[in-house]
Every structure is written in C-alpha cells, then in structure tokens.
C-alpha cells in the first residue's frame, strides 16, 4: 500500500501538482509578527527567552531564512497574543475588513460591544436608575 501511494504522489507531480514548500514565511507574517513583538518592547533576544529558543532563530524567522516547524509558528504567534486560524478563501476579505476596522483608532477600542449594535446606540441611551 505504502508503494501505491508513493507511486500515486509521483504521478500527481507528473500531472502538475507540485508539492508546496515555502523558502520563508511570507513577507507579511513576517512583519506582522516583528511589529508584535515590537509592540510588546520586546528585543529578539525577550521573545527567544518566553520560546525556549535561541535569538538567532528568531533572527531567522523573521528575516526569512528559517521556516519554522507550525508548533513553533503556533507557540510564537501565541506567546504575542494572537492566534492562528484557518479561514475559507472566500471569506478572507471579510476577515480581513474586520481585523482592520478592529485595528482603527476608535473610542472604547479593546471593550466588548455588540456585533449588531451601532456606535450611536451606546451614547443615546438614557441612564438607568440605580438599584
């Protein structure tokens, strides 16, 4: 069985699909993750002590000469406060209009708020009495 799919592989790289093998993270994760750590006042060195890892692997990362394996994508992602997620490409515009109008400076930004509720609806509403 082991022959077959080994065969199998083969012949799909034969037909055009090529196995997809990054030389680096992309640009963009890249620097969305330097500006991270940058954000928390972090050196290199800071984040490779919260990893368990050497600075020069995070040199690496972020440079694009190492390809992390996706558990240490994960934890290093994790350790700046964000998370990993696998979205439909359909949907990642959507996705990525949310994450920017999160990013927007607006007044009460980090507070819940609901997602059906307008901005005027917070400010209009009348006081309640104390109990």
Same mark, same amino acid.
């Given at each position: 069985m082991?022959?077959?799919?080994?065969?199998?592989?083969?012949?799909?790289?034969?037909?055009?699909?090529k196995p997809l093998r990054q030389k680096g993270l992309p640009g963009e994760l890249r620097r969305a %993750?330097?500006?991270?750590?940058?954000?928390?006042?972090?050196?290199?060195?800071? %984040?490779?002590?919260?990893?368990?890892?050497?600075?020069?692997?995070?040199?690496?990362?972020e440079s694009g000469k190492i390809v992390p394996r996706?558990?240490?994508? %994960?934890?290093?992602?994790?350790?700046?406060?964000?998370d990993l997620m696998m979205v439909p490409r359909a949907l990642v515009p959507v996705v990525q209009s949310l994450v920017r109008d999160h990013g927007k400076n607006q007044p009460g930004e980090g507070e819940e708020r609901s997602l059906y509720a307008s901005g005027d609806d917070e400010t209009t509403q009348e006081p309640r009495d104390e109990v």
């Amino acid at each position: 069985m082991m022959q077959y799919m080994v065969s199998n592989m083969s012949n799909d790289t034969k037909k055009g699909i090529k196995p997809l093998r990054q030389k680096g993270l992309p640009g963009e994760l890249r620097r969305a %993750l330097r500006d991270a750590r940058k954000k928390r006042g972090w050196s290199q060195r800071e %984040l490779a002590r919260h990893l368990g890892i050497a600075q020069r692997h995070v040199s690496g990362i972020e440079s694009g000469k190492i390809v992390p394996r996706y558990d240490t994508l %994960l934890e290093l992602v994790r350790t700046l406060d964000y998370d990993l997620m696998m979205v439909p490409r359909a949907l990642v515009p959507v996705v990525q209009s949310l994450v920017r109008d999160h990013g927007k400076n607006q007044p009460g930004e980090g507070e819940e708020r609901s997602l059906y509720a307008s901005g005027d609806d917070e400010t209009t509403q009348e006081p309640r009495d104390e109990v």
